[in-house]
Nanobody, 117 residues
Framework: QVQLVESGGGLVQPGGSLRLSCVTS????????MSWYRQAPGKERELVAT????????NYANSVKGRFTISRDSAMNTVYLQMNSLKPEDTAVYYC??????????WGQGTQVTVSS
């Protein structure tokens, strides 16, 4: 059974930091491209960051470049999103996404991030 379980969301003041985690199971993590998406109220879901396996190549949305960092721990089957210098416009539900390149893709249940003073 495939599982992607996000954690680490919460309420933070502008300029603050959060670290999201996504613990996975049920598929071959080391072969999978892993991504974080987000969806704000009334907006479409958007890609935030991707890390390819096994190359480790990363890509970011322009809106988060220089502030967010995606990383992975293959031994723990976990992907992270370190978010620094958070802005109110970063408020959204953040979703973990896995593409094991086997014709299937998987989503986590999401974790809420709210940036507000």
């Amino acid at each position: 059974q495939v599982q992607l379980v996000e954690s680490g969301g919460g309420l933070v003041q502008p300029g603050g930091s959060l670290r999201l985690s996504c613990v996975t199971s049920g598929f071959t993590f080391r072969r999978s491209a892993m991504s974080w998406y987000r969806q704000a109220p009334g907006k479409e879901r958007e890609l935030v960051a991707t890390i390819s396996n096994p190359s480790g190549i990363t890509n970011y949305a322009n809106s988060v470049k220089g502030r967010f960092t995606i990383s992975r721990d293959s031994a723990m089957n976990t992907v992270y999103l370190q978010m620094n210098s958070l802005k109110p416009e970063d408020t959204a539900v953040y979703y973990c996404y896995a593409d094991p390149r086997n014709g299937h893709v998987y989503w986590g249940q999401g974790t809420q991030v709210t940036v507000s003073s």
